[in-house]
């Protein structure tokens, strides 16, 4: 969950009338809060069966929770999913009212589109007969059909061309910020790319072998820095040698 939050600007916040403020309710909102989700949008479900005051009481208790995560303003929505499906229109227009609450309460984020590529590598598979695939949120730039994108990370860095951009299942010409985008790569084997690397536009990364630590060296604040060599083929090391 904390993976795909982290990639989130805004979440509708989903809570019964009839139960109120659960455990995984608040299991939910302290993680968002953590991972940098700024926005949220409460939807009060079942809504058509519970009893106004009792609604009212749950939405009174759900500012509170999110007020003391930092959350304040927050719209809540009566809703109801199920009549909804069943074509109730004043459910039905519940639903769009909490549509229209996300539109007005979520703005549209920045993204970084002319800025270099770069997409941190999340997943990594192979299609058979069409190369390898890597998968991530693409943090800035954009990336096209066409492109050389470099891989870079442990060991040394190398190029590949793309050959295919997807985003959720479909294909597209051109990937940009803000997108989880699968990216296939033309003549790379899968054990060359791994989560920890990255794609970027060629020549504007690399990954450096020099670490700079600094290490508490006493309580009376002192500290000790020293130079450390990592290969790049491996993590670093947890040894510092002190100055």
Same mark, same amino acid.
């Given at each position: ?25 608040? %299991? ?7 991972? *940098? ?10 809504? $058509?069966?519970? +009893? ?8 009174? %208790?759900?500012?509170?929770?999110? #007020?003391?995560?930092?959350?304040? =303003?927050?719209?809540? !929505? ?13 459910? /039905?227009?519940?639903? =769009? @009212?909490?549509?229209? #609450? ?12 002319? @800025? ?15 190369? /390898?695939?890597? /998968? ?10 066409? +492109? ?11 190029? #590949?061309?793309?050959? *295919?951009? %997807? ?7 051109? *990937? ?20 920890? /690397? ?10 450096? $072998? ?9 309580? *009376?604040?002192?500290?000790? #820095? ?13 040894? !510092?040698?002190?100055?």
């Amino acid at each position: 969950m904390i993976t795909g939050a982290a990639q989130l600007d805004g979440a509708i916040l989903v809570v019964s009338a009839h139960d109120g403020i659960m455990p995984q309710t608040r %299991e939910h909102v302290l993680p968002a809060r953590r991972v *940098g989700v700024e926005h949220l949008v409460v939807a009060v479900n079942k809504a $058509d069966g519970a +009893d106004p005051e009792l609604t009212d009481l749950v939405k009174l %208790e759900l500012a509170e929770l999110l #007020a003391w995560h930092g959350y304040r =303003d927050v719209p809540m !929505v009566r809703v109801s999913g199920l009549r909804a499906l069943e074509g109730d229109p004043v459910w /039905t227009a519940s639903v =769009d @009212a909490l549509l229209r #609450a996300v539109d007005e309460h979520i703005p549209v984020p920045v993204r970084y589109v002319d @800025a270099p590529f770069l997409m941190p590598a999340e997943n990594v598979l192979t299609v058979t007969g069409r190369g /390898t695939v890597v /998968t991530g949120a693409i943090e800035r730039g954009t990336v096209r059909v066409g +492109d050389t994108a470099e891989v870079v990370g442990f060991g040394d860095g190398f190029t #590949a061309v793309v050959t *295919g951009v %997807e985003t959720f299942g479909r294909t597209m010409e051109r *990937g940009e910020a803000g997108d989880n985008a699968a990216v296939l790569l033309r003549g790379v084997r899968r054990e060359q790319v791994r989560r920890g /690397t990255v794609l970027a536009a060629p020549g504007t990364l690399r990954a450096p $072998d020099v670490h700079r630590p600094r290490v508490p060296a006493d309580p *009376g604040g002192g500290r000790a #820095a020293d130079r450390v060599r990592v290969p790049a083929s491996r993590p670093p090391s947890t040894h !510092v040698r002190p100055g």
